[in-house]
């Protein structure tokens, strides 16, 4: 029985079996996120990022720091009009500093709304666990599609100035 124990204790304690523990917790984090915008859980969404975080968004100007996005959802969230984004596929590392505390990641996503998105950003893990630092939102354009789109964007940007 001890020597089931030490070995267990030996598996817990190498690097895959962190990098995996590592890896599931702060992917667990990314989902939370999600489920939160969906729920309209404000509290909750919120709280999941760092102090200094930072959300980039969509259009060029959306570049909103955790007090700004605050303000920004506020209104939304208590209406019930969180936004749904689900994760398709998720790639997340660990990056190889001793510490372990920072991780990068891109995923796909599935909205009803938009289709397909993509979610990248850094979480850094500190005395609460994992936190969103940054998380920018894009739409990947197909490039057979990129040409006639970046010519929109930039008559639609020429216009507004």
């Known amino acids: 029985m001890l020597r089931r124990l030490a ?3 030996a598996l817990l304690a190498t690097p895959a079996f962190a990098a995996s523990s590592d890896e599931a917790a702060a992917s667990r984090v990314l989902d939370a996120f999600h489920a939160a915008a969906a729920h309209s859980d404000f509290k909750a969404y919120f709280d999941l990022f760092t102090p200094d975080g ?3 968004g969509t259009d060029a100007h959306e570049r909103w720091s955790v007090p700004a996005f605050k ?3 506020k209104a939304p969230f208590a209406a019930g009009h969180g936004w749904v984004y689900a994760s398709r596929e998720r790639h997340l590392t660990i990056a190889a500093i001793p510490c372990r505390c920072v991780a990068y990641f891109d995923e796909l996503l599935d909205s009803k709304s938009y289709g397909t998105s ?4 850094v979480l850094v893990k500190g005395p609460h666990g994992w936190k969103v630092a940054q998380y920018a939102l894009t739409f990947p354009i197909p490039n057979d599609l990129a040409k006639d789109t970046t ?4 008559a639609y940007e020429g216009g507004h100035k």
């Open 71 to 73: 303000a920004y959802a």
């Open 7 to 9: 070995l267990a204790a």
């Open 118 to 121: 993509r979610g990248t950003g």
């Open 151 to 154: 010519d929109r964007i930039k």
């Open 54 to 56: 930072l959300f980039i």
